[in-house]
Every structure is written in C-alpha cells, then in structure tokens.
C-alpha cells in the first residue's frame, strides 16, 4: 500500500484529476473549431439545399405570361417610361411599341409597328434622354424620333452586318460594332447639320477579326469596352476624350486621321463571349461567356473578380436587377435566362467564397472541367442562391430588359413572342433573402 502510495501512476491521476476540467475545455474548444471550420465549409451547401426546399416545399415560382409580338426572332427588347413602353425589333423586319392599356391585364395589352421593313433588324440602342432609337439592318443604321415616329438619321457609309449599337451617354455619336471586327463611332453634332450620312462623320476603332459581340461604355463616358466573339475584352479611347485633354492637335498631319489608336486589352477568356454589361454602380465589368458562366472584373485596377456559377444551368442572358437593390436592406438581386428554358430570379450568397484551387474543387466535375480553361488565377467562384424560378417554358427566353422602377421583367423567344415575369411578386415573401449578400461584386473575401 504505501508503495502504491508513492508511485508515479498514482502521482499522474491525481494531476488528471486536478486538471481535468481544462482539459475538457480544451477538447470542447478544439470540437467548437472544427464545428464551426466545417460550418463555414457547408455553408455554400447548406443555401443550397434552402434553395430546393424553397422551391419544392414552398412553391415560389415566378410568374409568367406570353404576348404575341413579331412574326421571327425577337433580337433587342428596351424598356421605358418606367415600365410602360416595351420596344422590340425582330428579324422580321419591324420595330414594335407595345403597352398595357387600363390595369395592366393580358387582354389590354396593344402593339404598334413603329418602322417595317423586308430586312431583319439586328440591333437596336435607346438614347440616355430616351427621345432616339437607333436601329441597324446589315449595314444600315437608322435613328427614330420616338415623339414624332419618323427618321432623323441614317448611315449608309458602312460595309459589313452591324452586330452591335451603343449610344454615347453624352448624346453625340453612336458607336457600332460590325462581324468583320471594325468598330465606329458616328458623329451626330452639329445638330443644325442632319446629313451626317458621310465618312467624314465616321471615327474608326479597330483591331479585331472576330465579330463584336458587344459594346458598353466606359462610366466616365471617356472611353469604352469592346467584347469579340473569341473571348477579348478591348478598351479604347474616344478621339474626343483625347481631344479634351490636348493630346490631338487638328493642325498636325498626323492627328487629322479619324483613327483611334489608343487601345489596350481588358481582359481575355478562353471561351467565347455572349455579352458583356456594367454593374448597377459601374463599378465592375461583367460578361456572360459561351460556356453559361458569368465573369465579373473590377473595372477599377482592371483586377479579375470572381465566376458565378448557377448550379446545372447555362446561361444565356443576365441582368442585374437595379430597381429592388432597396429591398429587404439592400439586398442585391439578379435574373439570369438559361438553356434549360427557365429564368430565375437570385442573389450572392452572404458567404464566402473560394479562390484558386479550391474554388475548381467546390464544382461538380462537369463544371470544373468547363471552368478550366477559362479560370483566372485566383478568382473566387461563388455559387448564387437561387430566390425564384419559372416553370420550364415551351422556349428558351432571351435580351432579359426591366425598367428603373421595376415590376416586370420582359424577355422574348425565337418564336417572336414576349414573356413577362411578375418580379414584384416574389421579392417580399422569398424566405431566403436573409442569406443574400447585402453588396453585389467583389465583397467577397
């Protein structure tokens, strides 16, 4: 017994004994970490699997209602007069004005042909004082009084299908992109000369063989993006930008050329581009690539942001829905039309999200392997949270447009008819607003 006594095991016990409660909270503490490690982790899941209990419990869907519009594709859809004017322009050959008559009902929606011709339209740009439409057939643009319905305008100058218009958002030219890769700015001002049908009120913008996909300006209105079809992102200066700043002197041999010649690459994917668009604030680049992923680039520092990836979807037309940023605390919501011949209404998860290889690994195999060829270094890859969908539709829907005051968001279908959806309907009893993200690109850590 008294050997007992004075050995070391007794001596070991009895320190356990004495210690065993800061052991035990040791061991609770190390099990809350890797809890909560692993919570982190699931995070991204777990919204997820709020998203299919939503839509299958809940049976939130986003409705819809078709209206017969052209006879062909529909190629452009604008929205204006806070919702009220819905133009559209088709292959068909026509510009249609259409609006809702008395409460807004089905049967009180009316047409009106604003332009009709034998050739297709194949793009179509709103002024920013909403008074001009421009609309271009092959190599032909022409610019619309939308108060007195006649033309203003044309330009005849061009060799080549335009593919692409965008107005200047001062008003003073309208730049287009052509399939060759040409790019031109035409000039409107002076306003007491109407025959700007002539070269000599042509800026030319180029370095490209592949088609122009699309063209947004710059939110400085100095310059602007150029998207090609292969994938590059251009920025170029505008002649008048440089002009602004005295860099071109108009008595200088060299500067009396309407060439631009101040470019620089933005960025470059390895698929090829849809479109391309500015976030809500201009503070970032987004662009919609063939393989149904959305690109986000901070425009600021040109620094590649972040992949949104929507979970077994393609996406074929995207656009973020401005008018309901104020709702439920700012919450920033999307809508996105897909292969799959739904559109969902979603936002950014308020998670984090993952960078390099860990984000690749955060996909299903079939995803990644998409991803890898176009995948910056160390981009984050977030998966959104999907609020509200439509039911699968007879067609897939295409040019999502909505206007500032929101209500409803307006698509179209190659059989030439329009899809409304009721935004408004699903924004205040959505149950998972509280896991969107309370900013849009790039809060991600």
Known sequence: MKLFLNSPFLSVLILAYLYSPFLS???????????????????????????????????????????????AEVTSIIVADDGKSIYSSSVDGKVMKHSFKGEGEKENFFSEVLYSSDKAIFSMSISSNKKYLAISQSSLILVMDLETKGIVRGLTQVYGRITTLAWDPRGEFLVFGL??????????????????????????????????????????????????????ISLWRLLRTESEMGLRDKEAIVDRDSTGHTRSQFAK??????????????????????????????????????????????????????????????RQLFATADRGHTVKIWCLKDVKGFRGNSALDSLEEQEREKLQNSIIRGAVVRRPLVLAKSEVLDYSVNNLAISSSGGLLWGSQKTGNLVSFDVSSIINVSPLLNYCSRDSFGAVS
Do not use: C
Request: no cysteine.
């Open 25 to 71: 909270f040791a061991i609770d503490a190390s099990n809350f970490n890797e809890s909560k490690r692993r919570k982190d982790i699931n995070l991204h899941e777990f919204a997820d699997k709020k998203d299919s209990i939503k839509l299958k419990n809940l049976d939130i869907l986003l409705p819809a209602s078709t209206y017969p519009a052209h006879s």
């Open 179 to 232: 399939s060759s890769g040409e790019v031109y700015a035409w000039k409107l001002l002076p306003k007491k000369n109407k025959n700007t049908d002539s070269k000599k009120f042509l800026e030319k913008y180029t370095n490209s063989l592949s088609p122009i996909k699309s063209i947004v300006f710059h939110p400085s209105a100095r310059a602007f993006f150029v998207a090609q079809k292969s994938g590059v």
């Open 269 to 330: 994917l390895g698929v090829d581009l849809e479109r391309i668009m500015l976030s809500d604030k201009g503070d970032y680049l987004l662009a919609v690539g063939a393989d149904g992923f959305i690109y986000s680039w901070k425009i600021r520092g040109r620094r590649f942001s972040e992949v949104l990836v929507l979970k077994g979807d393609s996406v074929t037309s995207f656009l973020e829905l401005s008018s309901f940023n104020k709702v439920k605390e700012k």
